[in-house]
């Protein structure tokens, strides 16, 4: 990020080449300004991580769906998760293929399965309720299944998504029924 050039007065920390209180009298307030340098950056340092087979950076769309910041992403070689039909839509119209979708299940539907589905894009569910919704709705469909490792980090029990405590993924002493759900329904994996 060396090419970065940040403004800092008492009052302004900002990274870029204007400044932001200029901006604000051309624009108005609110204004959102983002940093296309840095955005890049920080993918091309995630997507660096590793050269291994399959290995790729899933950017979670409910954190910003602008479509001019997903564009940029996705040319960084950057894939995405959606987590609603109106995400879906969204990653779709700023150029991602259904192959470059994980649709992330929270308390769907059937409709919203199948919907996913169709789209063509990986649906990831989390527990064997979902498991089995997706096989009636999609039988013969692709899914992944998120398994929860029992432990979890984060400042707070609010935020953590690993561990006893969360509805996130399937307690791998769980594997015997999804094994059977994927049979029954004939499920890709």
Known sequence: ???VRSTYTDSVHFYGQEDPRELVSRFGSPLYVYNENILRSCCRDLTGLSSL???HVNYSAKANT???LLRIIRSEGCVVDAMSPGE???NSLAGFTPEEITYVCNNVSAEELKNAADHGCVV???SLSQLELFGKVCPGGRVMVRFNPGIGAGHSDKVVTGGKKTKFGVDPDMLPEVREIIKKYDIQL
Do not use: C, Q, T
């Open 88 to 90: 879906l839509h969204i």
């Open 66 to 68: 602008n479509p001019a």
């Open 1 to 3: 990020m060396a090419n």
């Open 124 to 126: 990831s569910v989390d």
């Open 53 to 55: 087979p399959g290995f």
